[in-house]
């Protein structure tokens, strides 16, 4: 069973930068892909970036090209987001997640807990 642990949430200002991480636990091959999620206020969950475990292929939201960053670790079984240039409509729960590719959030079985993420203007 995989379990996924989120940490590095906090509150930022407009501009500033965050960093999450995600650390993997019960995986004993480095296949499928890890995303990071978040969920806005009366949305659906959306996809805000992935990567593939072998091959490191990433996939942005557009609302995060250019200022987002996702890497993997898969020596230590971790991944992580580099939030830049943050705003406000950024704030949200950010979930990491677990699964087979994609944006879907149905393709992912394994999801962390969530880290709150909050930008203030």
């Known amino acids: 069973q995989v379990q996924l642990v989120e940490s590095g949430g906090g509150l930022v200002q407009a501009g500033g930068s965050l960093r999450l991480s995600c650390a993997a636990s019960g995986r004993t091959v480095s296949r499928g892909a890890m995303g990071w999620f978040r969920q806005p206020p009366g949305k659906d969950r959306e996809i805000v970036a992935g990567?593939?475990?072998?091959?490191?292929?990433?996939w942005y939201a557009d609302s995060v090209k250019g200022r987002f960053i996702i890497s993997r670790d898969n020596d230590k079984n971790t991944v992580a987001l580099q939030m830049n240039s943050l705003k406000p409509e950024d704030t949200d729960v950010y979930f990491c997640a677990e699964g087979l590719y994609g944006s879907d959030p149905q393709n992912y079985p394994y999801w962390g807990q969530g880290t709150q993420v909050t930008v203030s203007s």
């Open positions: 990567i593939m475990l072998s091959g490191g292929s990433t």
